[in-house]
């Protein structure tokens, strides 16, 4: 049973175009919502996150957006850079620490010089 | 900055053997989890751990699966009798008690099953 889907499983842009990843979940009980970026062979880094009390969080050139609504978010990367190249998972859980947090299966952003 | 570590990096076991994989969360966080990647699929919640208890668990941590904080820094996972279905990633992670904390990851340990 998939919560969390990310429906592109790959994305190429130019570098320093926007790069947007997109996210959809199913379940009414996520309340928090985060990005990783993951290279090969490395554990996941934290990159941005967000609440549902929130529509947008912006972080230098990182921006997610949420519109709970349609239960889904998308993050946006502005310019890209060829060291953005990475997997990037969409994740989301209760708000509370000690809950699982469940992940889309990710994208993989190619950004190219 | 303060960061998760693992150990090993890597496992090389024999089916039906027991494995511990060590972490070392982040000094000053409370809450630590497993979590695990089999190759070619998503990362999958196994355990979240508070106060020396088990606070939430998956379908996928069963009995062959143990936790345990041995001493204050330390927070290890347990396989009982390794299966080849085990071989994976094995992410451990941490975070600071509260609302909307993120979780920070270990570098993973490669555990293979032969």
């Known amino acids: 049973d998939q919560q969390v889907k990310q429906n592109s499983p790959s994305l190429s842009v130019q570098e320093g175009r926007i790069s947007i990843l997109n996210c959809d979940y199913t379940n009414s009980m996520f309340d928090y919502f985060l990005w990783y970026k993951k290279y090969p062979a490395e554990g996941p880094t934290f990159l941005i996150s967000?609440?549902?009390?929130?529509d947008k969080n912006e972080d230098g050139r990182f921006t997610v957006f949420l519109n709970k609504s349609a239960k889904h978010l998308s993050l946006h990367i502005v310019p890209s850079q060829p060291g953005d190249s990475a997997v990037y998972f969409c994740?989301?859980?209760?708000?509370?620490?000690?809950?699982?947090?469940?992940f889309g299966k990710g994208t993989s952003l190619l950004v190219t010089p | 900055e303060p960061e998760v570590t693992q150990t090993p990096s890597h496992q090389v076991t024999q089916m039906g053997q027991e494995v511990i994989l060590r972490c070392v969360p982040i000094?000053?966080?409370?809450?630590f989890y497993w979590y695990r990647q089999i190759l070619g699929q998503k990362v999958e919640f196994l355990v979240s751990f508070y106060n020396n208890e088990i606070s939430e668990k998956s379908e996928i941590f069963d009995d062959q699966f143990s936790v345990e904080r041995p001493d204050g820094s330390n927070f290890t996972l347990k396989i009982r009798s390794t299966k080849l279905e085990d071989s994976a990633m094995y992410f451990c992670?941490?975070?600071?008690?509260?609302?909307?904390?993120?979780?920070?990851f270990g570098p993973g340990t490669r555990l293979t099953v032969l």
């Open positions: 994740a989301a859980s209760p708000p509370d620490s000690g809950y699982a947090l469940n």
């Open positions: 992670a941490s975070s600071s008690p509260g609302l909307a904390e993120p979780q920070f």
């Open positions: 967000i609440s549902s009390i929130k």
């Open positions: 000094s000053n966080h409370l809450y």
